[in-house]
């Protein structure tokens, strides 16, 4: 049975008990495409990608009043990460059940709640009167995973089809202690990189017949942790480089090994770009291991929604319905806006964090309720008749 669109909790609970875990889809987005194909939008399937990262399901559904005005955009995602350790979890991670006013089920909180506000607040929109301007929903099953066939193949598509919105608003969880506390106009950018060493294998008693790998490899970490990228900005924290892997994989005692490996993460703000950072890994690499091998990935570069507009219009919404004026903040990971600020100004709002990708992840039936009004005061405010 199809939940009634204008109800934000049965919405929920029914995503939460479709077990999406990327890339699987499990009829989560069928939830979703029901619901608005029932307030009349017209809906896309769009379905990208291979093995092993895919094939991935997403969703573009559109509706257009009979009045040309602004096109506004939701965009999220349906997919979820495991729910790990069974026996932690005090429920069914997806039953959706209702417990001490709280949903507790996977995605919860990141974000099916959030989805379900979106459906919810349109419903109650287009009940208040003819819809001047065009509202479209962006959802992928792809960005609790690689990112690969999710949000930037659905933007190419929606690029050439001229379906390009004017402002968009990403549901992800970035309210902290109380709903409405921040916002998100901005996040830092995510390089990774894997650094291989070659060296000459020998006997530990006779250095001066081999190369050790793993002294060299040593070097070029010391050096790369060493550099203060910056120091930070007006909207961004400084940057950070992390060691997240070293490996030899080396059983003898009396060995020195053939090769060493190295990962490393960079989140980085605005004063950096991703190709910039990967020429100086490269550069420290070179000179202390000429023939090593270097590996770059960038999931995405850093970017600013600067205050204006949209965080105006997202603002005053949270400040209607719930008194707070939130903070507009650039912390955190990587989300999908990264990917549609190519294409219009974004920012992201949604429901309080704390619980997400945890065990008993949940949000409050209270909290659901309140950015479904705030997500109503949006449009209404976005999309005036």
Not at 142 to 167: I, K, R, S, Y
Not at 215 to 227: F, G, P, Q, S
Not at 298 to 319: D, Q
Not at 339 to 364: N, T, Y
Request: aromatic share 6%.
């Amino acid at each position: 049975m199809t939940p009634d669109p204008a109800d934000p909790i049965a919405l929920t609970q029914a995503l939460i008990r479709c077990p999406s875990v990327t890339p699987a889809d499990e009829g989560a987005l069928g939830v979703l495409e029901r619901a608005l194909a029932g307030l009349g939008f017209a809906c896309t399937r769009l379905k990208f990608g291979h093995p092993p990262d895919g094939p991935v399901e997403n969703l573009f559904a559109t509706l257009a009043g009979s009045n040309p005005g602004r096109h506004f955009a939701f965009a999220g995602h349906s997919d979820v990460v495991p729910v790990g350790d069974m026996a932690g979890w005090s429920e069914d991670p997806f039953a959706g059940d209702i417990r001490d006013g709280y949903i507790v089920g996977r995605g919860a909180a990141d974000m099916k709640g959030a989805l379900a506000a979106m459906v919810a607040a349109t419903a109650r929109h287009l009940a208040a009167g003819p819809l001047a301007g065009q509202i479209s929903f962006i959802i992928t099953g792809d960005e609790e995973g690689p990112a690969t066939f999710g949000t930037t193949m659905m933007l190419d598509w929606m690029e050439q089809n001229g379906l390009v919105p004017d402002l968009c608003l990403v549901g992800e969880p970035t309210s902290q202690h109380a709903l409405g506390d921040m916002m998100k106009i901005g996040r830092r950018g995510s390089l990774n990189a894997w650094i291989t060493v070659n060296g000459a294998q020998g006997h530990v008693a006779y250095p001066q017949r081999a190369d050790n790998p793993i002294t060299r490899l040593v070097a070029i970490l010391a050096e790369l942790k060493a550099r203060v990228l910056d120091t930070g900005n007006n909207w961004f924290q400084p940057s950070n480089l992390e060691i997240t892997d070293l490996a030899v994989s080396n059983p003898a005692t009396n060995l020195i090994p053939a090769q060493a490996r190295a990962r490393i993460n960079i989140r980085f703000n605005n004063e950096h770009t991703g190709a910039g950072l990967a020429d100086w890994i490269r550069s420290v690499v070179a000179a202390q291991a000429p023939s090593a091998q270097v590996e770059v990935k960038i999931s995405g570069e850093a970017f600013l929604t600067e205050p204006g507009a949209l965080s105006t219009l997202v603002s005053t919404s949270v400040c209607d319905v719930t008194g707070r004026s939130p903070e507009l903040s650039t912390s955190g990971g990587t989300s999908d806006a990264r990917f549609i600020r190519r294409l219009c100004p974004v920012v992201e709002f949604g429901l309080p964090g704390q619980s997400m990708h945890k065990v008993d992840e949940h949000a409050a039936v209270a909290d659901i309720e309140g950015l479904t009004a705030i997500y109503t005061t949006l449009l209404a405010k976005s999309l005036p008749a």
